[in-house]
């Protein structure tokens, strides 16, 4: 498995964005983006990536989560290579499959397993691979550092599955990856965030945690309902990312 960071312009608010291959780039491989960003440059990044021969540089796209940072060039991608394009949420234009907690998703010559991560959004999911120990994380908060946040029960057993998992690299859907003591890092988060406030007082309903899960809300049945607000011209995000 190859990762590649595809470069963007600096110019623009942007995730990062991940193209995942084979180690070889057979006809097998299946060249996926993790996140697509919302820079353009990166389609010029993709024409420079040594994506195989005879076969599309993108055949399949995993969204993380739902915020534009991550998703906004998805129209101008699907229009370029036509790929097929997974995600949790469906509230998502232009979404062909979803993906559930504990599915494998072949990326590269790789199984991934989605890890359903609810807390930045209500639809975050982050991606695991077992043979190389790689994790991408999207905007999951995995490096807490205080005690002082508050979070959901589904977020800390999301963190404690973790937890359970043998991670060596950690790619994030922004800055720099993390390559060393990735487990060390994560049992730190997770004594913190369990430390911050226990599950059952979530579990007891406070008015805070209610406002929180509103909040985060990435609305999953209502097809209508988009997760996007119009604000005047520019389409922006319900939930800031
Ligand atoms: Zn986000």
Sequence with gaps: M?????ENSGRMYTSQVYLVLGGTSRLEDVNTLVDVGQDPAVLESIARAPTGVGKWAVEQVVLTHCHSD????????????HPKVFAYSPNIEGVDGLLRDGETIRMGDQAFEVIHTPGHSSDSICLYNQARGVL???????LITSPAGTYEPDFLAALEKLC?????????????PLMERCNQ????SQRMATGSRSASEWNRGSRSSRQWRRNRRCNRSTKEQSPWQDSGSRLTPAVRP
């Design 2 to 6: 190859r990762i590649v960071t595809l």
């Design 70 to 81: 991550h998703c906004a060039l998805l129209p101008q991608i699907r229009e370029a290579f």
């Design 136 to 142: 991408f994380a999207g905007d999951t908060p995995l």
């Design 164 to 176: 359970s998992r043998d991670v060596r690299e950690i790619y994030f859907g922004h800055g720099a």
């Design 185 to 188: 890092r994560l049992r730190e």
